[in-house]
């Protein structure tokens, strides 16, 4: 996987917004997830129309940090969903 991969949400995650943190829940395992604001916010931008990088420039703009580090953290992310079956590529 690498910046230019554009994802979706996966068909067997399902989630809910719990003050301002996701809760992904795997629907065949049941087990769930938690994602911080960050990861939230990357998780609901997932529509499979913009590439990671693209996630990656608008958060950093948002936070005002370095771009090169929200590519590897989103990077890191996405790929322990993957792993998991929460995403999909588009």
């Known amino acids: 996987m690498d910046e230019t991969v554009r994802l979706k949400r996966g068909a ?4 809910q917004v719990v003050a301002e943190e996701a809760i992904l829940i795997h629907m065949d395992t049941g087990t769930y997830y ?3 604001r960050v990861g939230t916010e990357f998780w609901e931008r997932l529509d499979g129309a913009q590439t990671l990088r693209q ?3 608008a958060l950093a703009e948002k936070y ?15 790929e322990k969903l ?3 079956d929460l995403v999909e590529r588009a």
């Open 12 to 15: 067997k995650a399902t989630f």
């Open 34 to 36: 938690s994602l911080n």
């Open 55 to 57: 996630h990656a420039a």
């Open 64 to 78: 005002n940090v370095d771009q090169a580090m929200v590519v590897g953290d989103l990077l890191e992310l996405a």
């Open 82 to 84: 993957a792993a998991e």
